[in-house]
């Protein structure tokens, strides 16, 4: 038991930590993410688009926003109610010399995703690229465990919203000239995930989902990819697993930690520029170094 002890300690990255609520608050989380890396060059690879961003409030959709303003784009950012958090990445953007429009809206409406497509619209007048990041997740031992509740939860946020959203913003950006759709999966779409099995499921249809649509896509020239994270540290994490597990968060993978935000979200960056302009229907994979079969 004593060495047990000491491996667990060995393991351990960060404090012990939890959040009650999803999708949880960037603020109280100890370290707190790095959304920038602030010796990478400016290359201007966006600059004078627009990209709409789910869970822009935090986490990855906020190293997103943040890295999409750095290279010359205004964002819009989709939150469903961390208000505080969607206000300090608005301040974070526009820091950056770049507009941020942010909108709470709760992506499971298909009335609210047209909603605000439409806002965005009015605000910048055109719509380069989407990123359909938001996501939920709530662990369960077993199937028997999930609830009808959850389910429906769990695909209506995960995967229905991204039919909402890009059916609602393809429109504009058919007029675009350099569209692209960027969607977030998982690692746990290609390895599964016991205790995340719904949530998994998701993971799966949206590497599907992206496949499909980069193919139907292709005529219009709209790029359709995705990114499938390992443990990147955001408040998803804390809001979801136990105290205990949080601390040792990412030190399974071959790097031996888990991924800051902005080191996911140069991903986004690369596929949503013209340096992937002969790139669709693919997945990047920043998940600290293991080998999935994608």
């Known amino acids: 038991m004593a060495n047990q002890s000491k491996d667990n300690e060995k393991k351990a990255l960060r404090p012990a930590q939890e959040q009650e609520h999803q999708p949880g608050r960037e603020g109280e989380m100890r370290p707190t993410p790095h959304s920038e890396n602030s010796e990478l060059k400016v290359s201007g690879r966006l600059a004078g688009r627009v990209a709409l961003i789910t869970g822009g409030d935090s986490g990855i959709g906020r190293a997103v926003a943040m890295s999409f ?3 010359g784009a205004d964002v819009a950012i989709i939150y469903l109610e961390e208000e505080e958090d969607a206000r300090e990445t608005a301040r974070l953007v526009e820091q950056k010399g ?6 709470r809206c709760d992506i499971r409406v298909k009335s609210r995703c ?3 497509v439409a ?3 009015e605000a910048f007048g055109k719509l380069d690229i989407l990123v359909n990041n938001a996501a939920e997740q709530h662990p369960q031992p077993c199937i028997t465990d999930i609830s009808e509740d959850q389910l429906e939860k769990t695909f209506q946020t995960n995967i229905f919203a991204l039919f909402y959203l ?3 913003a393809l429109p504009h950006l058919e007029s675009s000239e350099h569209p692209a759709v960027v ?3 998982s690692v746990t779409a290609y390895r599964g995930s016991p205790e995340l099995l719904d949530y998994s499921a998701t993971k799966g249809a949206i590497v599907a989902f992206t496949r499909s649509l980069a193919g139907q896509l292709a005529k219009k020239k709209i790029r359709v990819n995705a990114v499938a994270p390992g443990p990147i540290w955001t408040p998803l994490i804390p809001a979801t697993f136990p105290a205990e597990k949080v601390a040792t968060f ?3 993978v071959p790097l031996g930690r888990a991924g800051e935000p902005w080191e996911c979200a140069e991903c986004f960056v690369s596929l949503a520029s013209a340096a992937a302009s002969y790139i ?3 997945v990047l994979h920043p998940n600290g170094g293991e080998i999935i079969n994608g």
Do not use: I, W, Y
């Open 69 to 71: 303003a750095r290279e």
């Open 98 to 103: 770049r507009r941020c429009l942010f909108h």
């Open 114 to 116: 047209e909603d605000a």
């Open 119 to 121: 806002t965005t619209m």
């Open 166 to 168: 890009t059916s609602a």
């Open 183 to 185: 969607n977030t999966t």
């Open 250 to 252: 990412g030190s399974d």
């Open 280 to 282: 669709t229907g693919q």
